[in-house]
């Protein structure tokens, strides 16, 4: 019996190895019909569409910049940003930490709607498709969907 003890204790401890796998935050959000979604360490807020200037001369992705609590923010379109080919009204916008930009850029992307915050398994997580392609951190299957992992710092690039 106490051989027994032993071998559970075992089991608890590889049981508590395998729960302790690696965990991110990621924010879901929709353009167009599909998910997407970025690490909320990226993210410093969400804000409801609202009026934006045009910049003339800018890229196509570049929809215009806001004025955001007395910063200049460029508010980008993912969708022609990385070639995603959807409609839909874009009704919110991501605001990404600029801290977390090589050149402290102030910038948000425009998205149809913002789902959740979810915690996500690193085990959960597989490759990107395509391997040349940095903006695309991973793919995630949740409950029979899959999601598109996207990094901000390199989409822009």
Request: proline fraction near 5%.
């Amino acid at each position: 019996m106490r051989q027994d003890a032993i071998t559970t204790e075992m089991s608890a401890d590889e049981t508590d190895a395998e729960d302790s796998a690696e965990e991110v935050q990621v924010l879901e959000f929709q353009l167009g019909p599909e998910t997407y979604c970025v690490d909320i360490e990226y993210v410093s807020e969400i804000v409801d569409k609202g009026q934006l200037t045009a910049v003339p001369n800018a890229p196509d992705y570049v929809e215009g910049v806001m004025d955001l609590r007395g910063r200049t923010t460029s508010i980008i379109n993912p969708k022609s940003l990385l070639s995603i080919d959807a409609g839909g009204e874009s009704k919110r916008i991501v605001i990404f930490d600029p801290n977390k930009f090589e050149d402290e850029a102030a910038t948000g992307w425009l998205v149809d709607e913002v789902y959740q915050v979810v915690r996500v398994s690193m085990d959960d997580v597989e490759d990107p498709p395509l391997e040349k392609d940095d903006s695309i951190e991973g793919v995630i299957k949740r409950d029979g969907d899959l999601v598109v992992w996207i990094s901000p710092v390199h989409a822009i690039e």
